[in-house]
């Protein structure tokens, strides 16, 4: 299965996509120093497989490489965050 993230920037959103079709996405506001994780949604279909997980670490790790911090309004995000201690610093102060 072929996995892809890319950050859909014209609906200002993260979107995880498995063999092309799009299974789930994080939304988000950019500020100046940091993007604001809105909201996570993965399809029905992709629950329980996995796919949220990916695709905050995905995000995380793009989000990061851009050398920007998040603030995690979404429950989900902020809780992955919690579970690995390696991305809490990334959180806005």
Known sequence: MSTEITDNS?????????????????EYERGDSALVLAHTEVGSDYEGKGVGSSLARGVLDDVRAKGLSVVPLCPFIRKWIEKHPDYQDMVAK
């Not at 979107?15 to 092309?20: A, F, K, P, Q, V």
């Open 10 to 26: 014209a609906r200002n959103r993260y979107e995880i996509s498995l063999d092309g079709d799009v299974a789930g996405f994080v």
